[in-house]
């Protein structure tokens, strides 16, 4: 299985998507910042959860 995911790169998309949100007058700036912060912390718990080390349990018991 191959795993292609760049939380970096999503991370990247979803602030420029607010931003142009943002700019466009869609959102307020309180609106961007409280979409900014629930952004930034669902970007930490990816990061906890991709940053794990791989186990293969079974094999060496």
Do not use: C, Q, V
């Not at 930034?40 to 186990?55: F, H, V």
């Amino acid at each position: 299985m191959t795993y292609n995911f760049d939380p970096d790169r999503w991370y990247e998309n979803e602030i420029a998507y607010l931003k142009d949100k943002l700019k466009s007058g869609i959102i307020s700036k309180k609106d961007f910042k409280k979409a900014a912060e629930k952004l930034d912390k669902r970007y930490e718990e990816m990061w906890k959860r991709l940053d794990g080390t791989y186990l293969i349990h079974g094999i060496f018991d």
